[in-house]
T-cell receptor
Framework: EAQVTQNPRYLITVTGKKLTVTCSQN?????MSWYRQDPGLGLRQIYY???????DKGDVPEGYKVSRKEKRNFPLILESPSPNQTSLYFC??????????????FGSGTRLTVV | KQEVTQIPAALSVPEGENLVLNCSFT??????LQWFRQDPGKGLTSLLL?????REQTSGRLNASLDKSSGRSTLYIAASQPGDSATYLC????????????FGSGTRLQVQP
């Protein structure tokens, strides 16, 4: 089944403890990105990647890192999480950056709570 | 800066009704528009993708239209069912600049049995 898989689905952590949220897609998509969803603010892009070893900042990149060493994986790294990073996170992928062929496919989300 | 607005924010209808959800965007220079469904605490499920050159797309009981010149899209749901209850999001892909979708805040739909 074609899908974007995120892990973990739920995570509670303490301020300052480094964490990684994994994202993997099995559709051979070149483009991947991370979004966060907050009440009243909607979904906002954190980082995106056009292809292996090519990443760039989205609208809200502060406090996050990403890497794209393999085409299928795009982990989101929080080096020193803070409570304002408590949010619902989504990974998305598409065949092309424009989503021209089949649009964007989203993962099921990771609900992160930082205390 | 692209802004996407969805009206109404919430909608409650009895089962069987046909309904229309609205999405408007400020910059008509879009590449495509995508409608998603989101169930509480869950991920986004793609419903329909409309390229900028298209006027509408249909999938089952769903029909989405796009009027790029006026900056509007509508999602028509025929014969609504309780299982249609969810939040519906529209998102536009900008034609230039950063590769990001700009999302509306969504319409929360409740279909009463």
């Amino acid at each position: 089944e074609a899908q974007v898989t995120q892990n973990p689905r739920y995570l509670i952590t303490v301020t300052g403890k480094k964490l990684t949220v994994t994202c993997s897609q099995n559709m051979n998509h070149e483009y991947m990105s991370w979004y966060r969803q907050d009440p009243g603010l909607g979904l906002r892009q954190i980082y995106y990647s056009m292809n292996v070893e090519v990443t760039d900042k989205g609208d809200v990149p502060e406090g996050y890192k990403v890497s794209r060493k393999e085409k299928r994986n795009f982990p989101l790294i929080l080096e020193s999480p803070s409570p304002n990073q408590t949010s619902l996170y989504f990974c998305a992928s598409s065949f092309s950056p424009t989503g021209a062929i089949d649009g964007y496919t989203f993962g099921s989300g990771t609900r992160l709570t930082v205390v | 800066k692209q802004e996407v607005t969805q009206i109404p924010a919430a909608l409650s209808v009895p089962e069987g009704e046909n309904l229309v959800l609205n999405c408007s965007f400020t910059d008509s220079a879009i590449y495509n528009l995508q409608w998603f469904r989101q169930d509480p605490g869950k991920g986004l499920t793609s419903l329909l993708l409309i390229q900028s050159s298209q006027r509408e797309q249909t999938s089952g009981r769903l029909n989405a239209s796009l009027d790029k010149s006026s900056g509007r899209s509508t999602l028509y749901i025929a014969a609504s069912q309780p299982g249609d209850s969810a939040t519906y999001l529209c998102a536009v892909r900008r034609h230039t600049g950063r590769r990001a979708l700009t999302f509306g805040s969504g319409t929360r739909l409740q279909v009463q049995p």
